[in-house]
């Protein structure tokens, strides 16, 4: 009775592990194939039978070799687990991505654990690599930023003329002066307005107006260098912080 209850749990073990929603592939100290489960199949397009005894390399060309075998030595050595994030490598194997929230990603972002697995005598004899698809959260972090960098972008910039708004161009004329102040070199500041803008305005109105505005700012973009500040102070007033330059 006791060996029939073992082959049941062994049959519910083996059910659980092909039908999991991770990749699962157990290897022996040479790193050859002997358990892969389904999630492997699906996205791998190769059952068992095609990869079973080859090398992990040889299946997976694109694996860091030398990467790999330096975090598996570390779990044979130590009897710890391993880890390996998506931040810090962005997949283990190169799977297609078949999340529907991803659309244009054009491969599937991993999560990998390394774990030892012991024999009847307690020595680690073979490695289970876990595979988890992370894309959608890796996909969600990434929009996130995106998100916060064009947040960030818009908080500084002057929406009629696309140049540094008031504020941030202040922030940026207070830390270049400061720098200056320290270190010395040289650095320019100038200031520009538009001529009778007033009249302008009261002539032909604020359209125009902001179109006169628009036009001295792009002037302004194509003649700053990279490294210059140009901002929108107000109104019809320009500001230039002009780095590594004399008056």
């Not at 040479?30 to 999630?39: A, G, H, K, L, P």
């Not at 050595?77 to 283990?92: D, K, M, N, V």
């Amino acid at each position: 009775m006791a060996a029939q209850i073992d082959i049941n749990e062994l049959h519910w073990l083996l059910d659980i592990v092909q039908n999991i929603d991770v990749g699962v592939v157990v290897l022996d100290l040479d790193y050859r194939i002997e358990v892969w489960n389904s999630f492997m199949e699906n996205h791998s397009g190769r059952i068992l039978s095609e990869v079973s005894q080859q090398s992990l390399f040889a299946v997976f060309a694109e694996i860091d070799e030398a990467w790999f075998r330096a975090k598996a030595e570390s779990v044979v050595l130590l009897g710890t687990r391993a880890f390996s994030i998506w931040e810090q490598r962005p997949y283990l194997v190169h799977f297609k991505s078949y999340q529907p929230i991803t659309g244009v990603e054009a491969f599937m972002y991993q999560n990998v654990t390394l774990l030892p697995l012991r024999d009847s005598t307690g020595a680690i004899a073979h490695i289970c690599v876990v595979i988890y698809d992370v894309t959608d959260v890796a996909i969600n972090k990434r929009q996130l930023e995106l998100s916060n960098d064009k947040l960030q972008e818009l908080s500084r910039t002057d929406r009629l003329t696309g140049l540094a708004n008031r504020g941030y161009w202040e922030e940026r004329l207070t830390e270049e002066f400061a720098r200056h102040q320290r270190y010395g070199g040289r650095l320019a500041l100038m200031m520009l307005d538009i001529d009778h803008f007033k009249r302008i305005n009261d002539t032909y109105g604020h359209a125009v107006g902001d179109q006169a505005i628009k036009a001295l700012a792009g002037v302004i973009k194509t003649h700053v260098r990279n490294a210059d500040i140009a901002g929108r102070y107000g109104g019809e007033e320009f500001g230039v912080v002009l780095l590594d330059t004399a008056v």
